[in-house]
């Protein structure tokens, strides 16, 4: 080849290509992986973790704290109870409902003073609609002057069995009341009234509105008796009764209705003082403890103070019949097992009523589980956070004071129950978690005043007349040993 001719076609080529456009390149996207505008340098690859670090946050991040999946399961398990709305309180404000329009006069059963603790019981029993029986003077009165409930029951159960703890005062009393009960010698209620730790006898009139009723309530009285001008008894409305009436008519009543949907850790309700009892621990030992701590029921735990159940003074019902004394040897744990065989025989299914919620539980979920179980507390017991967004549980946990079980008890006659299984083998005891505070319908009554601008007087006073005098000879004993037996998270 001629290289003059070679040296031309060189420079030809060259002049075209300094005049061509240079051949298409791809170029970096405008996605977080490539931003435009970078150089791309083929030596160096960037990894798929460097590619990563652009990415927008997950908006996992952004969610709210939602149910775990223990609380789903939960809430298939035990739906909340149906909402009905009564139409004669539609389109009408609370503030505006009389009470004598929430109770009825079938809820009223009478006993006299010198009616027998035996036949005031039966009537008890009966009176399944309000759990009370009125104490008149007479049958010629209408007029009252006490209650019988079965707080005063377990009271008597445990004097006639020797097991109470009787003020100096009442020592002598409590002895004569025993022996005659032992000898079957008929015992008035009138005998008996200063054994019983009663609330103020509360009435309101029955055209008094609703909100009178609710800064009662919400100040910590249980029960409230509803008369007419004439001072007679025409009803009786209780805290469970007006929290079913809000729940039920809630839709109508915006500002309470609006608090359904918030969670328990958020609405400020509860308590982290809580007094239970060792699922081993006798029977005995949870009767005494509501007694003298007025409770109307107390949460049964594990070693792991995980809930396994819940005993209530209206479980004494089951301590009614003779043959039944010997449960009171038992444990704790056993009683309950009692408790849900005579729900199953009731209900003619298995039944395990559920007595605890967390921290992340709504408002309404709570409220729909006391009606539906027509209790005066739930168990608040711990719970993992819902999503990574969330706190966890704060980690300061409550005072629990869990009575050891008794080195000395009254011997009673009588064969024991079969045994049952342990505690962490009954369903509870792996649904439930540790337990950290209390809410109680006081706690919900109080924060539904507050919420719509009453003033609620302080609970704890009702609490603390409720509690047995500090003269008790027991009193000194449950303070003296609470400082070693109180366990802190």
């Given at each position: 080849m001629?290289?003059?001719?070679?040296?031309s076609?060189?420079?030809?080529?060259?002049?075209?290509?300094s005049?061509s456009?240079?051949?298409p390149?791809r170029?970096?996207?405008?996605s977080?992986?490539?931003k435009?505008g970078?150089v791309?340098?083929h030596?160096h690859?960037?990894s798929?973790?460097?590619n990563?670090?652009?990415?927008p946050?997950?908006?996992?991040?952004q969610?709210h704290p939602?149910?775990?999946?223990?609380?789903i399961?939960e809430?298939?398990?035990?739906?909340?109870a149906?909402?009905?709305?009564?139409p004669?309180?539609a389109?009408?404000d609370w503030?505006?409902?009389?009470v004598?329009?929430?109770?009825?006069?079938?809820?009223?059963s009478?006993v006299?003073?010198?009616t027998?603790v035996?036949?005031?019981t039966m009537a008890l029993?009966?009176?399944?609609s309000?759990?009370?029986?009125?104490v008149r003077?007479?049958?010629?009165s209408?007029?009252?002057?006490?209650t019988?409930d079965y707080?005063d029951?377990?009271?008597y159960?445990?004097?006639?069995v020797?097991l109470?703890?009787?003020p100096?005062d009442?020592?002598?009393?409590?002895d004569?009341?025993?022996k005659?009960a032992?000898?079957?010698?008929?015992?008035?209620?009138?005998d008996v009234?200063?054994?019983?730790?009663?609330?103020?006898?509360?009435?309101l009139?029955g055209?008094?509105?609703?909100v009178?009723a609710?800064?009662?309530?919400?100040?910590g009285v249980?029960?409230?008796l509803?008369t007419n001008h004439?001072?007679?008894?025409?009803?009786?409305?209780s805290?469970?009764?007006v929290?079913e009436f809000?729940?039920?008519e809630?839709?109508?009543?915006?500002v309470?209705?609006d608090?359904?949907?918030k969670?328990l850790?958020?609405?400020?309700?509860?308590?982290?003082q809580?007094?239970?009892?060792n699922a081993d621990?006798p029977l005995?030992?949870?009767?005494?403890?509501?007694?003298?701590?007025?409770?109307?029921?107390?949460?049964?735990?594990d070693n792991?103070l995980?809930?396994?159940g819940?005993i209530?003074?209206a479980d004494v019902?089951?301590l009614?019949?003779?043959?039944s004394?010997?449960?009171?040897?038992n444990s704790?744990m056993?009683?309950?097992s009692?408790?849900?065989t005579?729900?199953?025989?009731?209900?003619?299914?298995?039944?395990?009523p559920v007595?605890?919620v967390?921290?992340y539980s709504?408002l309404?979920?709570?409220?729909?589980?006391?009606?539906?179980?027509?209790?005066h507390?739930?168990w608040?017991?711990e719970?993992?956070?819902?999503?990574?967004?969330?706190p966890?549980?704060?980690s300061l946990?409550?005072?629990?004071?869990?009575?050891t079980?008794?080195s000395?008890q009254?011997?009673?006659t009588?064969?024991?129950?079969?045994s049952v299984?342990?505690?962490?083998?009954?369903?509870?005891?792996?649904?439930?978690?540790?337990?950290i505070?209390?809410v109680?319908?006081?706690?919900?009554l109080?924060?539904?005043a507050?919420s719509t601008?009453?003033?609620?007087?302080?609970?704890?006073?009702?609490?603390?007349r409720?509690?047995?005098?500090?003269?008790s000879?027991?009193?000194?004993?449950?303070?003296s040993?609470?400082a070693?037996?109180?366990?802190?998270?």
């Amino acid at each position: 080849m001629d290289p003059n001719a070679a040296n031309s076609r060189v420079g030809r080529d060259s002049k075209e290509a300094s005049i061509s456009p240079p051949p298409p390149q791809r170029t970096g996207s405008a996605s977080s992986l490539h931003k435009s505008g970078h150089v791309i340098n083929h030596s160096h690859r960037s990894s798929f973790a460097e590619n990563l670090r652009g990415l927008p946050p997950s908006p996992r991040n952004q969610r709210h704290p939602s149910f775990t999946q223990a609380a789903i399961q939960e809430l298939l398990n035990h739906p909340p109870a149906p909402r009905q709305h009564n139409p004669r309180f539609a389109g009408r404000d609370w503030r505006d409902v009389a009470v004598g329009e929430l109770v009825s006069k079938d809820d009223v059963s009478w006993v006299e003073l010198d009616t027998s603790v035996e036949d005031a019981t039966m009537a008890l029993l009966k009176n399944t609609s309000s759990n009370v029986v009125i104490v008149r003077e007479d049958a010629t009165s209408s007029i009252p002057v006490s209650t019988f409930d079965y707080n005063d029951l377990n009271a008597y159960i445990l004097v006639v069995v020797g097991l109470a703890h009787p003020p100096e005062d009442l020592v002598e009393l409590y002895d004569t009341v025993a022996k005659k009960a032992q000898a079957r010698i008929s015992i008035p209620l009138r005998d008996v009234q200063p054994i019983f730790r009663k609330e103020s006898l509360v009435t309101l009139q029955g055209d008094e509105d609703l909100v009178k009723a609710i800064e009662i309530f919400g100040s910590g009285v249980h029960r409230v008796l509803i008369t007419n001008h004439n001072g007679e008894v025409i009803g009786i409305l209780s805290q469970l009764k007006v929290l079913e009436f809000f729940w039920n008519e809630g839709v109508n009543f915006r500002v309470i209705d609006d608090l359904y949907p918030k969670l328990l850790r958020d609405v400020g309700v509860g308590s982290q003082q809580i007094i239970a009892v060792n699922a081993d621990s006798p029977l005995t030992e949870a009767l005494n403890l509501m007694n003298q701590e007025g409770l109307s029921s107390v949460a049964v735990v594990d070693n792991g103070l995980n809930v396994v159940g819940n005993i209530s003074t209206a479980d004494v019902r089951l301590l009614t019949n003779a043959t039944s004394l010997p449960l009171l040897q038992n444990s704790c744990m056993h009683f309950i097992s009692v408790i849900l065989t005579e729900k199953g025989v009731e209900k003619g299914k298995d039944s395990f009523p559920v007595f605890y919620v967390n921290p992340y539980s709504t408002l309404a979920h709570t409220v729909a589980k006391l009606v539906a179980t027509h209790s005066h507390r739930m168990w608040i017991v711990e719970s993992a956070s819902p999503s990574p967004s969330a706190p966890g549980t704060p980690s300061l946990g409550p005072t629990v004071f869990v009575p050891t079980p008794s080195s000395s008890q009254t011997s009673l006659t009588g064969s024991h129950f079969p045994s049952v299984p342990p505690a962490s083998t009954l369903p509870g005891s792996h649904l439930s978690g540790r337990l950290i505070g209390v809410v109680t319908l006081t706690d919900i009554l109080n924060l539904f005043a507050r919420s719509t601008g009453l003033n609620p007087a302080d609970p704890s006073e009702q609490r603390a007349r409720r509690r047995r005098s500090s003269s008790s000879s027991v009193r000194p004993s449950i303070e003296s040993s609470r400082a070693s037996l109180d366990i802190r998270r």
